[in-house]
């Protein structure tokens, strides 16, 4: 008996010394794979601003927005009619300010005071990491604050224009802040989750719920003190009062079905749908038919 207790308890630790190195490089080896997909999502990279607002002819200042961060938030301002309302351009993930312009100059032929701003890990010079929505969203109600600032908008009404990570942010924002009137939200989604799911299938090729969920909890334990806000959906029936359009990409398929979810659960508003979402370098007719849409939106909700 205590002979084979012996050999039991000595294939135990053999078995013990044998797979518990192999299960830690298992771990560590997936641990750095998920950290290497949550990085490259995190960082989409530098895009150059091919355009400026003098290139349309737009009178413009560069300047630096307040951010409640650690850094300030660079911007364009294009002044339109004193005392119109002011709308703030927010392009998404990946893109530039200067893929806002041509819709600026649609916006600007209308009156309304402009600002546009590049989100976080993109534009020509990107501030930091992109966090999906999360900092997005603390430097969108930074802006609002500066817009309701400036003397020469009408503070009481505000609209806003964003696409994906910015459209999220610009509804939170419009969910937080009554002076926010209207708000055009090309390819939305309902939580930050989603979004990181869309950029991993997107970027990777790779559409896999476990690779999803570990890309996920890494993308926690990055933001821990934010995990509150992280694990909440928009706050979609505190949008009730506010024009909302909705703005539906067919070829970002995910998105294109948040986007409707999203609408179907809104308290009201409008829906568009467009061959694609607002993107990088978009050209041609269909960006003429996008920007008149979206700038009668904001004529007839604002002025």
């Not at 737009?58 to 294009?78: K, T, Y």
């Not at 351009?89 to 649609?106: F, K």
């Amino acid at each position: 008996m205590k002979r084979r207790a012996f050999k039991a308890k000595t294939k135990s630790g053999w078995l013990l010394r044998t797979l518990l190195p192999s299960c830690l490089v298992l771990l560590a080896g997936s641990a750095l794979v998920l950290g290497f997909l949550v990085y490259k999502v995190s960082h989409p990279g530098a895009v150059t601003e091919s355009v400026n607002p003098s290139h349309y002819l737009l009178p413009s200042l560069e300047l630096q927005i307040p951010s409640s961060r650690a850094e300030s938030i660079p911007g364009w301002w294009i002044p339109g009619l004193r005392h119109a309302p002011g709308i703030i351009l927010a392009p998404g993930y990946g893109m530039s300010r200067s893929d806002a312009l041509s819709l600026a100059v649609a916006l600007h032929q209308h009156g309304f005071n402009l600002l546009v701003i590049d989100q976080r890990g993109s534009g020509a010079a990107p501030r930091g990491a992109s966090t999906l929505g999360l900092e997005e969203t603390k430097e969108m109600a930074d802006a609002v604050r500066f817009m309701v600032g400036r003397p020469e908008n009408n503070p009481e009404r505000l609209g806003i224009w964003g696409v994906d990570t910015s459209a999220f942010a610009a509804l939170e924002s419009a969910a937080a802040f009554p002076e926010v009137r209207a708000v055009a939200a090309d390819s939305a989604y309902e939580t930050i989750e989603q979004f990181l799911g869309y950029r991993i299938a997107e970027d990777f090729g790779v559409d896999n719920r476990v690779l999803r969920f570990g890309c996920w909890q890494v993308f926690r334990l990055l933001h821990i003190p934010d995990l509150r806000f992280l694990d909440r959906s928009l706050p979609v029936e505190e949008l009730a009062g506010k024009s909302v359009l909705f703005i539906q990409g067919d070829e970002r398929r995910i998105l294109a079905a948040s986007t409707a979810d999203l609408h179907g659960k809104a308290p009201h508003g409008e829906f568009m749908t467009h061959p694609t979402g607002r993107v990088h370098a978009m050209s041609g007719e269909g960006l003429k038919n996008y920007d008149r849409q979206v700038a009668g939106f904001f004529h007839l909700n604002l002025q």
